[in-house]
T-cell receptor, first 114, second 112 residues
């Protein structure tokens, strides 16, 4: 079955450490996205990539980094520069030329800084 | 970045009641989408709308693309406990590139 997989589901990090969240899709989608969701809040765009080896900052990119070396994979690194990293992180993908089909989302990773 | 205004922000209703929520913007959209997010999961697409005035149903859900192309609404009839979750509208702005703009979400709680 095609889909988008985020791992791990729960992640704990000590303050000052970098951590990488995995996102893999086998839908052959061109574009991939990372969103942050805080409790009771909407979705805020961190980074997005429309093609391999290219990505753009979203609305809240500070303290985060990404790479897009393969079409299937779009990992997100939460760096120690991110002041308040505890949140629910969602990865999504889409067919670039048919955005009217919307995004397919992963099931999310809940990151907690301890 | 721009977000769509959704209302109400949250709703607490009795099982069996009908629910209505809407999404508004000052900008024109050429696609409207409605998603549902279950607790601890990613959003799932419920309904997609492509033309102004379009009315589309999916089971107990009905959504409409506003005539002005600046709004959309979602109705849920005869709510059941599994309708609990956060409902997001999303749209593609005319000339907004290849990204969706998301609403602020409506949290629905259903009382038995």
């Amino acid at each position: 079955d095609g889909g988008i997989t985020q791992s791990p589901k729960y992640l704990f990090r000590k303050e000052g450490q970098n951590v990488t969240l995995s996102c893999e899709q086998n839908l052959n989608h061109d574009a991939m996205y990372w969103y942050r969701q805080d409790p009771g809040q909407g979705l805020r765009l961190i980074y997005y990539s429309q093609i391999v080896n290219d990505f753009q900052k979203g609305d809240i990119a500070e303290g985060y980094s990404v790479s897009r070396e393969k079409k299937e994979s779009f990992p997100l690194t939460v760096t120690s520069a991110q002041k308040n990293p505890t949140a629910f992180y969602l990865c999504a993908s889409s067919i670039q030329v048919r955005l009217s089909y919307g995004y397919t989302f992963g099931s999310g990773t809940r990151l907690t800084v301890v | 970045g721009q977000q769509l205004n959704q209302s109400p922000q949250s709703m607490f209703i009795q099982e069996g009641e009908d629910v209505s929520m809407n999404c508004t913007s000052s900008s024109i959209f050429n696609t409207w989408l409605w998603y549902k997010q279950d607790p601890g999961e990613g959003p799932v697409l419920l309904i997609a709308l492509y033309k102004a005035g379009e009315l589309t149903s999916n089971g107990r859900l009905t959504a409409q693309f506003g005539i002005t192309r600046k709004d959309s609404f979602l109705n849920i009839s005869a709510s059941i406990p599994s309708d609990v979750g956060i409902y997001f509208c999303a749209g593609q702005l005319t000339g907004g590139g290849n990204k969706l703009t998301f609403g602020t979400g409506t949290q629905l709680k259903v009382e038995l």
